[in-house]
């Protein structure tokens, strides 16, 4: 997943502060479902399917402890998912749910 495809890079280096809440909040914003395995992470999957088990309702997972990098793994995992894509959720749209720019 390359930065490249991420047009705005400046929010892309300032994630790095985000918390497990600050996503969780973010994707429930956006539409996106939510799931807990209880003791696991939580999981971001796309809302039109509601089997956890299937692996194509995965974008990504929302461990306990982020830092910088998982950070930006999962940002880019959001922005670039054909589901986000499908669902007509934009880049803009993700950061502006994040905090990290106004409308």
Known sequence: M?????ANKDC????GSL???DWLNCVQ?????????GRHPYT???PENPNDDDITSLIT?????LHKE????IAKQIILSPITKRMGVTEKD???ALGLIKR
């Open 29 to 37: 914003r956006l539409g996106f479902r939510l799931s807990s395995g």
């Open 94 to 96: 993700i950061w502006i």
């Open 70 to 73: 998982i950070n930006k793994k």
């Open 44 to 46: 971001v999957r796309d």
């Open 61 to 65: 997972t929302i461990p306990y402890g």
């Open 2 to 6: 390359s930065e490249e495809r991420i």
């Open 19 to 21: 918390r497990q809440g």
């Open 12 to 15: 892309l280096q300032r994630v």
